[in-house]
């Protein structure tokens, strides 16, 4: 009789106990050796037998129906098949007399009708074997869940505890992991510019394989750095220590969706769309004339006089506005450590606030805590359960931030001043690199109400910024400057 040797090892959890393929094919060797059996073709396969539809399974049953071989060789049967379709179909053609023989170095088969009795019920163990193992898996998973555990393999930043069967902190990964998220939500940093940025200080994936730019991107949409997990749809909260807070999160999403945004303008006319003429009201537009951009009014249906004017002139008005509100990196690095010691200096008792805090938190417990049962009596839809239970953990992980930063003692007022005053620092930035796109972007955050009269731009000033832009430049970086500057400015130039 000719022969195929089949062999199978996959990946998956039940084959973990399993021999390798090599140490399998070893023994069928030798098995066949010892009963001078005349070996055709060897076939391996690294797929799980949980399902059919195994490419080379099927093609080495058609083979044998073709006539090339009459039989099988393998270690064991679950390595021919793990579910009922499988192994029906063995069955079947032993029956059809289509495999003459089956042989198996761990075990005798017979091909009569009490051999093939005993290997239906071999696959049918190997079939039970498979759903109980599932079903444990589900269970230990829906276990785990219930325990806010991440049941996966750990992301990068984090690592698996075997002892507690939980995700802990990779001490030697998770400052960079930071890192990205802060590059990030400056919006100054391009995907490519942190990979390049990031990747030669040597952090690594699984495998020790460096990132990719994609792996980048999915990093930064985990919401499992900062506290909470999405498992098949459902939102749940994490007892794992965030690396990030929810704030810088939510950054990091606004910065992706605008970078997302297809380009409006395919000939760059940065500035059209931007301003209203200050003679008939009518919008801006652009036009390319020997090589350099004008902007002009409309004047549709009317009969306005205004004239065309350069980008290059527009963009040494904006340039100037800009220039007023800006801060250089000495300026900068003298009101941040002034920022810092009023922060340190003003540690107060915020026992009322934290108290109110872990008050709002305790309600949304039990806001989650009644959705399930409402859930549970049919009153919500799955897709509604869902969506609520994310609303109401993503309200508690910002309330959490907030009690967390009262306890370590910060102000309400300092992550606003720091970011306004970062923000001005930028805007120097923008005009050293000459980059028109960003000063525009710049300029709308400074004013509204764009009017272009007489070659002229002017608009109205949004209030944090009114006062830099009247008395510029500022003559005091430090005299008189508020301890609440999220809402006022420094008063003497308010």
Same mark, same amino acid.
């Given at each position: 009789?000719?022969?195929?040797?089949?062999?199978?090892?996959?990946?998956?959890? @039940?084959?973990?106990?399993?021999?390798?393929?090599?140490?399998?094919? *070893?023994?069928?060797?030798?098995?066949?050796?010892? $009963?001078?059996?005349?070996?055709?073709?060897?076939?391996?396969?690294?797929?799980?037998? !949980?399902?059919?539809?195994?490419?080379? /399974?099927?093609?080495?049953?058609?083979?044998?129906?073709?006539?090339?071989?009459?039989?099988?060789?393998?270690?064991?049967?679950?390595?021919?098949?793990?579910?009922?379709?499988?192994?029906?179909?063995?069955?079947?053609?032993?029956?059809?007399?289509?495999?003459?023989?089956?042989?198996?170095?761990?075990?005798?088969?017979?091909?009569?009708?009490?051999?093939?009795?005993?290997?239906?019920?071999? /696959?049918?163990?190997?079939?039970?074997?498979?759903?109980?193992?599932?079903?444990?898996?589900?269970?230990?998973?829906?276990?785990?869940?219930?325990?806010?555990?991440?049941?996966?393999?750990?992301?990068?930043? =984090?690592?698996?505890?075997?002892?507690?069967?939980?995700?802990?902190?990779?001490?030697?990964?998770?400052?960079?992991?930071? !890192?990205?998220?802060?590059?990030?939500?400056?919006?100054?940093?391009?995907?490519?510019?942190?990979?390049?940025?990031?990747?030669?200080?040597?952090?690594?994936?699984?495998?020790?394989?460096?990132?990719?730019?994609?792996?980048?991107?999915?990093?930064?949409?985990?919401?499992?750095?900062?506290?909470? /997990?999405?498992?098949?749809?459902?939102?749940?909260?994490?007892?794992?220590?965030?690396?990030?807070?929810?704030?810088? /999160?939510?950054?990091?999403?606004?910065?992706?969706?605008?970078?997302?945004?297809?380009?409006? @303008?395919?000939?760059?006319?940065?500035?059209?769309?931007?301003?209203?003429?200050?003679?008939?009201?009518?919008?801006? +537009?652009? $036009?390319?004339?020997?090589?350099?951009?004008?902007?002009?009014?409309?004047?549709?249906?009317?009969?306005? !006089?205004?004239?065309?004017?350069?980008?290059?002139?527009?963009?040494?008005?904006?340039?100037?506005?800009?220039?007023?509100?800006?801060?250089?990196?000495?300026? +900068?690095? *003298?009101?941040?450590?002034?920022?810092?010691?009023?922060?340190?200096?003003?540690?107060?008792?915020?026992?009322?606030?934290?108290?109110?805090?872990?008050?709002?938190?305790?309600?949304?417990?039990?806001?989650?805590?009644?959705?399930?049962?409402? =859930?549970?009596?049919?009153?919500?839809?799955?897709?509604?359960?869902?969506?609520?239970?994310?609303?109401?953990?993503?309200?508690?992980?910002?309330?959490?931030?907030?009690?967390?930063?009262?306890?370590?003692?910060?102000?309400?007022?300092?992550?606003?001043?720091?970011?306004?005053?970062?923000?001005?620092?930028?805007?120097?930035?923008?005009? !050293?690199?000459?980059?028109?796109?960003?000063?525009?972007?710049?300029?709308?955050?400074?004013?509204?109400?764009?009017?272009?009269?007489?070659?002229?731009?002017?608009?109205?000033?949004?209030?944090?910024?009114?006062?830099?832009?009247?008395?510029?430049?500022?003559?005091?970086?430090?005299?008189?400057?508020?301890?609440?500057?999220? +809402?006022?400015?420094?008063?003497?130039?308010?």
């Amino acid at each position: 009789m000719r022969y195929f040797i089949y062999a199978r090892k996959s990946t998956d959890d @039940e084959d973990r106990q399993v021999l390798s393929i090599e140490a399998q094919i *070893k023994e069928v060797r030798e098995y066949a050796q010892r $009963e001078n059996l005349f070996v055709v073709k060897e076939i391996i396969e690294a797929r799980t037998a !949980k399902k059919p539809g195994r490419p080379l /399974f099927n093609d080495m049953l058609i083979d044998i129906e073709r006539g090339l071989a009459d039989g099988i060789l393998a270690w064991h049967p679950d390595r021919l098949a793990r579910n009922s379709v499988d192994g029906g179909q063995i069955i079947y053609l032993v029956d059809q007399k289509v495999i003459k023989d089956l042989r198996f170095p761990t075990l005798r088969f017979d091909n009569n009708a009490q051999g093939k009795f005993m290997l239906s019920i071999i /696959f049918g163990q190997s079939k039970y074997y498979i759903d109980a193992l599932s079903e444990n898996i589900r269970r230990g998973i829906r276990l785990k869940l219930s325990k806010g555990i991440w049941p996966q393999w750990a992301p990068i930043g =984090y690592l698996n505890d075997r002892k507690t069967r939980t995700i802990i902190i990779d001490e030697g990964k998770a400052p960079f992991i930071k !890192k990205v998220f802060e590059l990030y939500s400056t919006g100054n940093h391009s995907l490519k510019k942190i990979h390049n940025k990031i990747n030669p200080l040597g952090i690594m994936g699984r495998k020790d394989r460096s990132l990719s730019i994609s792996q980048y991107q999915t990093m930064l949409k985990n919401p499992l750095y900062y506290g909470v /997990f999405r498992y098949k749809g459902e939102v749940y909260e994490g007892t794992h220590q965030p690396i990030i807070t929810k704030k810088l /999160f939510d950054k990091c999403q606004e910065v992706m969706l605008q970078r997302g945004k297809p380009k409006k @303008e395919t000939n760059k006319f940065i500035l059209r769309g931007l301003m209203r003429c200050g003679e008939c009201g009518r919008m801006i +537009t652009a $036009e390319l004339q020997k090589g350099h951009v004008y902007y002009r009014c409309t004047k549709r249906l009317t009969n306005c !006089k205004q004239r065309y004017v350069r980008e290059e002139e527009l963009a040494a008005q904006i340039k100037s506005f800009i220039q007023k509100v800006s801060l250089c990196d000495d300026w +900068t690095k *003298k009101i941040l450590e002034q920022l810092e010691k009023d922060k340190n200096s003003d540690v107060q008792s915020s026992l009322p606030q934290q108290q109110n805090l872990e008050f709002k938190i305790k309600e949304i417990d039990s806001k989650i805590s009644k959705l399930i049962d409402v =859930y549970l009596a049919e009153s919500l839809t799955l897709e509604e359960y869902q969506a609520k239970k994310e609303a109401f953990i993503n309200e508690k992980r910002k309330l959490q931030d907030g009690l967390r930063d009262f306890a370590a003692g910060s102000n309400s007022w300092f992550e606003p001043a720091r970011d306004f005053v970062t923000l001005l620092n930028r805007a120097e930035y923008a005009v !050293k690199e000459r980059n028109l796109e960003s000063q525009k972007e710049f300029l709308e955050k400074i004013g509204s109400n764009f009017i272009l009269k007489e070659r002229r731009l002017v608009f109205s000033t949004v209030a944090p910024y009114r006062g830099l832009l009247l008395t510029a430049p500022y003559p005091n970086w430090r005299r008189g400057w508020d301890s609440n500057p999220g +809402t006022q400015l420094p008063r003497s130039i308010a």
